[in-house]
C-alpha cells in the first residue's frame, strides 16, 4: 500500500467527506515557506497551514527552543503544579496584551480557548448572584467547533446536524458600509433588556465567514454600550492574534478593551497547539474566593502543555523583533497596493486587506451553481502553479507567514491575476 492508500484506509480528515475528494498530499517536510512532498513537489503555503504559522515552517529558533525543554521537562499536571516556561509566557502575554488583562488561563486549542472564555463570562454572573443566560454574537461568525464555540457561531451547513443542541444565541447583523444605525439599534434594543451575559465577536475581521472586514468605529461603540450595560466583551483573536492585522492584536485598534481575549493560532507560531484566554481583573476579582462553587471548575490533560508554551516563547521572541515588525508593515503594505490593483477588473466583486490578510471576491453574472464550481476550480488552479490557497467558497485569501519575501508575495499576486483572467475568458 502506498501512503496516499494508507492514509485513506485509516484515516478521517477533517472538513473533508469520505468519498469523491482527491487524495491529500504527503508533506515529507517543510521550511520556511515552503511544503515539501513525497513525490518531489514544493509547494508555497500561502494560508500558513490554516492561519497559524508566523515565522516559517521547521523554524530553527523555535526547534532549537523546543528540543531543549523536550529533554528538560515535557509535561507536567497543571493543577497543582506550575512551570517556568507557562510563567514565562503568561508575564510575556500580559505585558503586550491590551492593559486590562490580568490573568492568562491555558487551554489546548482555539475551541478549548473560546470554551473557556464563554463559560468564564457565564459563571461570572453566576458568581456575582445575578445569572443572565443571553449571549450575543455577529452574523457569520465562527468561534470553533465544540459545542458552546457551535453556539456561538453561525449557523450553517456545518453545524446543521446539531441545530437542536446548540444553545441559543442572538446574532446581531455584520456591519457593513451601510447598516451601521441598524445594527447599533438593534444591539442597544437587546443589550437595554438587562439580560445579556456576553457578546462575543471576532475583532475587525471575521475569518471563516470569508476574511470579512468590518469598521473599527462601530465595534467601539458596541464595546462602549455593552461596557455602559454591563455586558461581558469577549474578543475572539484565535485568527487576529499575533500581527495578523498588522498590530499586534486586533483589539489595539480599538478604544474600548475586551473582558476576555482568545488566543491560539499564531501563539506558537504554528509549532503545537496551544490556547490562552486571558482574563481581565473584572472577570478575575469575581472568582477571588476559596469557595470552590465560586472556582472556575474548567481543565484540560495538556493545559499549558511546557513544550507548546517553549514554542510560544519562542514564536514572541521572534515576533517582537523589529524584523518581524517590517515584515509585516511590508507584507500589509503589498497587499493594499495588490488590492487597489485588481479592484477594478470586471472579474473582481470585492478586495480587500487588513494587516498580512488579504481576500480576494469573484464575480460572475453565472448562477450559483456556476460559483460553487468555480469554488472547485480555484484550489486546483493554484495547486498545479505550487501554489496552497485554499478558497472559502467564491473567495480567495492569502495569509501568509511572515517570513514571505516580495518575490514569493509577486508570484501569487501573479498566479492570482492570472485566474483571474481565466473567469474573463
Ligand atoms: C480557527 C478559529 C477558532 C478555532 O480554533 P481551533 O484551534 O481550530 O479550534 C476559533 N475562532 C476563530 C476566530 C478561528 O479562526
New binding site residues.
Given amino acids: 500500500m502506498t501512503w496516499s492508500d494508507k492514509d485513506e484506509t485509516f484515516i478521517w480528515h477533517p472538513f473533508s467527506p469520505l468519498k469523491g475528494v482527491e487524495s491529500p498530499l504527503v508533506i515529507e517536510r517543510a521550511e520556511g515557506i515552503y511544503l515539501y512532498t513525497e513525490d518531489g513537489r514544493k509547494i508555497i503555503d500561502a494560508v500558513s497551514s490554516w492561519?497559524v504559522n508566523l515565522h516559517g515552517h521547521s523554524n530553527k529558533y523555535i526547534a532549537e527552543k523546543v528540543s531543549r525543554q523536550l529533554t528538560e521537562l515535557e509535561h507536567v499536571i497543571y493543577a497543582g503544579f506550575t512551570h517556568k516556561p507557562s510563567i514565562t509566557l503568561a508575564e510575556r502575554l500580559l505585558k503586550v496584551l491590551p492593559e486590562n488583562q490580568s490573568k492568562i488561563f491555558y487551554s489546548d486549542?482555539?475551541?478549548t480557548a473560546?470554551e473557556v472564555a464563554v463559560k468564564l463570562a457565564l459563571q461570572f454572573w453566576f458568581n456575582k448572584g445575578t445569572p443572565k443566560k443571553k449571549i450575543v454574537a455577529i452574523d457569520g461568525a465562527?468561534?470553533?467547533?465544540t459545542f458552546g464555540?457551535m453556539s456561538v457561531g453561525e449557523r450553517s451547513i456545518f453545524t446543521k446536524p446539531f441545530f437542536s443542541f446548540l444553545f441559543n444565541v442572538e446574532f446581531i447583523p455584520f456591519p457593513t458600509a451601510n447598516n451601521n444605525e441598524e445594527v447599533i439599534n438593534q444591539f442597544r434594543t437587546t443589550v437595554e433588556q438587562n439580560d445579556v451575559a456576553a457578546f462575543i465577536f471576532?475583532p475587525l475581521v471575521q475569518?471563516?465567514a470569508g476574511m470579512r472586514i468590518y469598521s473599527q468605529e462601530v465595534l467601539d461603540q458596541l464595546l462602549a454600550m455593552s461596557k455602559a450595560n454591563d455586558v461581558v466583551t469577549i474578543a475572539?483573536e484565535?485568527?487576529t492574534g499575533f500581527g495578523r492585522t498588522g498590530q499586534l492584536f486586533a483589539s489595539d485598534h480599538l478604544l474600548h478593551k475586551p473582558d476576555l481575549i482568545?488566543l491560539?493560532?499564531g501563539l506558537t507560531g504554528g509549532t503545537m497547539a496551544l490556547g490562552a484566554t486571558a482574563c481581565s481583573n473584572k472577570i478575575v476579582n469575581m472568582f477571588q474566593s476559596s469557595d470552590l462553587e465560586r472556582a472556575f471548575l474548567h481543565g484540560h490533560s495538556y493545559t499549558a502543555n511546557p513544550l507548546a508554551c517553549t514554542a510560544a516563547n519562542a514564536s514572541l521572541d521572534l515576533l517582537l523583533t523589529d524584523e518581524s515588525k517590517s515584515s509585516i508593515a511590508r507584507i500589509a503594505d503589498r497587499n493594499s497596493i495588490f488590492v487597489k490593483k485588481i479592484k477594478p477588473f470586471s472579474s473582481v466583486k470585492d478586495a480587500r486587506s487588513v494587516g498580512t490578510i488579504l481576500a480576494v471576491e469573484f464575480s460572475s453574472s453565472e448562477s450559483s451553481s456556476y460559483l460553487s464550481e468555480m469554488r472547485n476550480r480555484i484550489y486546483p488552479f493554484f495547486l498545479e502553479r505550487n501554489i496552497l490557497l485554499r478558497p472559502l467558497g467564491n473567495l480567495l485569501y492569502v495569509i501568509p507567514p511572515y517570513v514571505m519575501t516580495n518575490k514569493e508575495l509577486d508570484l501569487i499576486y501573479n498566479a492570482i491575476e492570472e485566474f483571474l483572467e481565466t473567469l474573463n475568458s
Fill in positions: 492561519w486549542n482555539g475551541s473560546v465562527y468561534h470553533g467547533d464555540a471576532e475569518g471563516a475572539d484565535v485568527m482568545c491560539s493560532k
